[in-house]
């Protein structure tokens, strides 16, 4: 098969020039920060749910809270905590970016648009 390009010397009209991409510095900036939040909460999560639960926990368990060892409660119910407190932090964080950035999904008095 051959490729059919329009001949600019039969009379038509010459193409305009390739426009320039939109800028989007913002998009890169509100990404850089989104992942960063992410990283920050996951490595905390992290900390929680294995280093606390699995690999400190024989010395946690030296700690009673409560008259349960803290390790074990790490191991069964901290990281669960932990993992629905970030969840909230993640949301709020994000709608305080969203609002940085202007992508909101909610209307000013905070109802969906």
């Known amino acids: 098969m051959t490729e059919v390009t329009p001949d600019s010397s ?3 009209e010459e193409s ?3 426009t320039t991409p939109p800028d989007n510095g913002w998009r890169q900036q509100y990404w850089r920060r989104n992942l960063r939040l992410m990283v920050i909460l996951l490595a905390i999560w992290f ?3 294995f280093v606390f639960g ?3 926990i024989q010395p946690l368990n030296n700690i009673e809270i409560f008259g349960f060892p803290l390790g074990f409660w790490f191991a ?5 905590y932990t993992f629905v407190i970030l969840i909230l932090v993640y949301a709020k964080m994000m709608d305080r ?3 940085e950035f202007g992508v909101s999904e909610r209307a000013a008095e905070g109802s969906q648009k």
């Open 16 to 18: 305009p020039p390739p």
């Open 54 to 56: 699995i690999l400190l």
């Open 97 to 99: 970016l969203d609002d």
């Open 47 to 49: 900390v929680v749910s």
């Open 76 to 80: 069964q119910q901290g990281s669960i």
């Open 10 to 12: 039969a009379g038509g």
